[in-house]
């Protein structure tokens, strides 16, 4: 008979742990006790969990030393535990769920991150149901019993996502994700269906390999008609920065004045890394589709595929945090690290 599923909860913060400020009526994060006393269901699985909790917060506060924080939980328990559940903030859940994705290599256990858009404390909440569902997956092992999932996924109401492919798309909706490029690895409903094939099946080596170096020097430009030549100018040279996540039109457009396609070729030849992702949320980067994402191609701006922003810029945090040239960046970014893209060759 297998032993008891034992879990390891990591509490960070967020709107599931949140009570309102009597003064202000503000929701403000709160103590891990006044959330796990609102689930006195937890009782009936039969489960061994522990908690760690962490000084809780807005994830809006989110920042790299709480991401190593979370990486430093999960390796120094990973031997003692089956599965981690990461109590999160939505606000920023989509870019824990993508760093960490990241930072821990070789994972082969289970990390669910979830949340509430009501609080836990709240009639309506859906804070219970996601963490009692978070557990039970956690908890789950196939037939060999081996864990049914082994990456960093997202459950929230119906559906479980892959961390790195996921991004928080409503503010309301208790549906909060969504992956609009890859399939929901799991369906939430009268049982929890499991998509065999979304799932992460890499056979990675056992021993589970931790980065915590992420490098800060990163930053993220948008594209709008009106974007200027000063304005563009001067985000291009900001000081000490490595990286940029340049987000384009459709499927990796971007302006063709010569002034625009000189400005990101000095860049480039300046050694930033520039990766371009689509503004849409659906789709990818397909530069040899239009003559204009050719000619930003021609600039050496890499093309990021199907990156979800929360991906793309994490990633670019990772891989300077290796500490590797810029080159060597570039060519990491299209190479899939945890499942978080596709590569699509079109003609
Ligand atoms: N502001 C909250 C947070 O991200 C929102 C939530 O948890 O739903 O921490």
Not at 64 to 77: G, P, Q, S, V
Not at 133 to 140: K, M
Not at 250 to 257: E, Q
Not at 268 to 284: A, K, S
Request: include cysteine; proline fraction near 5%.
């Amino acid at each position: 008979m297998l032993a008891k599923p034992r879990i390891l909860i990591i509490y960070t913060g967020g709107t599931i742990g949140m009570i309102e400020d009597p003064s202000t009526k503000a929701l403000k994060p709160y103590d891990f006790s006044h959330l796990i006393d609102n689930v006195p269901k937890i009782k009936m699985l039969d489960y061994e969990i522990d908690n760690i909790q962490f000084n809780p917060i807005d994830s809006s506060d989110m920042d790299l030393d709480h991401w190593k924080l979370m990486a430093r939980a999960i390796a120094e328990n990973y031997e003692n535990y089956d599965g981690f559940v990461v109590l999160h903030g939505t606000d920023t859940m989509a870019y824990t769920a993508s760093a960490l994705s990241f930072m821990l290599t070789n994972l082969n256990k289970p990390v669910i991150i979830t949340g509430s858009q009501l609080p836990i404390g709240e009639v309506r909440t859906d804070g219970e149901e996601n963490l009692i569902t978070a557990l039970q997956i956690a908890a789950a092992r196939d037939l060999y019993g081996a864990p049914t999932v082994r990456e960093v996924a997202i459950l929230f109401e119906n559906y479980l996502w892959r961390g790195n492919r996921a991004t928080k798309r409503s503010a309301d909706n208790f549906n909060a994700f969504k992956s609009n490029n890859y399939p929901a690895l799991a369906k939430i409903g009268l049982g929890i269906h499991f998509d065999l094939d979304a799932l992460n099946h890499v056979e990675r080596p056992s021993k589970l390999v931790t980065h915590y170096e992420l490098d800060p020097h990163v930053m993220a430009i948008d594209l709008f008609p009106g974007l200027s030549e000063k304005v563009l100018r001067h985000m291009l040279n900001t000081p000490d920065i490595k990286g940029i996540v340049l987000r384009t039109y459709g499927t990796g457009n971007a302006p063709t004045w010569g002034w625009f396609v000189e400005a990101l070729r000095e860049t480039v030849e300046r050694g930033v890394v520039i990766l371009n992702v689509t503004q849409c949320v659906n789709g990818g980067v397909h530069t040899n589709r239009y003559e204009s994402g050719e000619i930003l191609a021609g600039t050496g701006v890499v093309p990021g595929h199907d990156l979800t922003f929360e991906a793309a810029i994490t990633k670019m945090m990772f891989l300077f945090g290796l500490g590797i040239d810029p080159k060597e960046v570039a060519r990491r970014l299209v190479v899939p690290i945890a499942g978080e893209l596709t590569l699509v060759h079109r003609h």
